[in-house]
């Protein structure tokens, strides 16, 4: 490693480092209204889902394969399914599913 690299690296660090420590370190005494402290809260499940969703829909060529795994996903938690079983059965539902079609 060249020192060229070496202070690439370090600057990266930082540059990604500082923008995340600020914020903790100016607002700690700060008190958010409850209002903003939801909103804040729900911030990454909104990404998760906006990160996701799109990739479910376009799994395959035809997107009622990836509607219905995704329904079966829902269908499973909502009934108070654990995350492992959750996945494994829109797995095998698609695994399924694939078969017939």
């Keep these: ?15 990604t480092y500082i923008p995340r420590m600020l914020p903790f370190v100016l607002f700690k005494e700060m008190k958010l209204s409850p209002f903003w402290e939801g909103f804040l809260q729900n911030i ?11 990739g479910v829909l376009f799994i395959q ?3 009622w394969i990836g509607l219905i795994g995704g329904m ?3 269908i499973l938690s909502l009934l108070g399914a654990n995350v492992m079983l959750v ?3 829109s797995i095998s539902i698609l695994t399924v599913l694939s078969i017939f079609l």
């Design 87 to 89: 996945v494994v059965g």
């Design 1 to 15: 490693m060249t020192a060229s690299s070496f202070i690439l690296i370090l600057g990266m660090a930082l540059v």
């Design 61 to 63: 060529e035809n997107i």
């Design 44 to 54: 990454p499940y909104a990404t998760l889902g906006a990160l996701i969703f799109p």
């Design 72 to 74: 079966s996903a829902i």
